[in-house]
């Protein structure tokens, strides 16, 4: 069971657009920033939102971040096949001192 | 271009021991603080241990703490992780990342070393 929750799977067609959701507690993403991980199937992690709603260098703006309260969501704007992945949100958390991911959202491309 | 490289990943017995190491490069690394991760196939992220950037302050997971030890060094420009009385369930893909700006985020990544525990 993880700390954060997250929807097991997502789904939607190309060009249209998708979020996904992130809940925690006031001990993680109540007082932390939230970042999200792109991870295609057979790959490492990448970095694809960080400080709740900033993205690195080369991440396309099609990928945005929110955090509301004890909330996060991440959404996906024309929605293309290679989005595919599995996402995870993730916070520092308080109360265990250590980074806490949630159980992740596949995301299927229709 | 900066990278990670994690080795050390073998088939260990139960009660056994490993060390994985990291080798990094393209970036200060004596600048960043450094993360362990682990994926059992087919399931989620677990973060397992995090090091400053001088080795000074260590972190945790519950399910590790007492029995795995980070450590790095710098002039190597290395991280380690030391896995003692190992279990089945600590069998899985380990990542090793580079810390961003806050506590929590990874930035980069590295390709996984595989450890079974069988």
């Known amino acids: 069971q993880s700390v954060l929750t997250q929807p097991p799977s997502a789904s939607g067609t190309p060009g249209q657009r998708v979020t996904i959701s992130c809940s925690g507690s006031t001990s993680n993403i109540g007082s932390n920033t939230v970042n999200w991980y792109q991870q295609v199937p057979g790959t490492a992690p990448k970095l694809l939102i960080f400080?709740?709603?900033q993205r690195p260098s080369g991440v396309p703006d099609r990928f945005s971040g929110s955090k509301s309260g004890t909330s996060a969501s991440l959404a996906i704007t024309g929605l293309q096949s290679e989005d595919e992945a599995d996402y995870y949100c993730a916070t520092w958390d308080d109360s265990l001192d250590g980074p806490v991911f949630g159980g992740g959202t596949d995301l299927t491309v229709l | 271009e900066v990278q990670l490289v994690e080795s050390g990943g073998v088939v260990v017995q139960p009660g056994g021991s490993l060390r994985l190491s990291c080798a990094a490069s393209?970036?200060?690394?004596?600048?960043?603080?450094m993360h362990w991760v682990r994926q059992v196939p087919g399931k989620g992220l677990q973060w397992l241990s995090l090091i400053s950037w001088d080795g000074s302050r260590t972190y945790y997971a519950d399910s590790v703490k007492g029995r795995f030890t980070i450590s790095r060094d710098n002039t190597k420009k290395s991280l380690y992780l030391r896995m003692d009385s190992l279990r089945a369930d600590d069998t899985g893909l380990y990542f090793c990342?580079?810390?961003?700006?806050?506590?929590?985020?990874?930035?980069?990544w590295g390709k996984g070393t595989t450890v079974t525990v069988s």
């Open positions: 393209g970036f200060n690394f004596d600048d960043h603080a």
């Open positions: 400080y709740n709603n």
């Open positions: 990342a580079k810390g961003g700006g806050s506590q929590s985020d990874m930035d980069v």
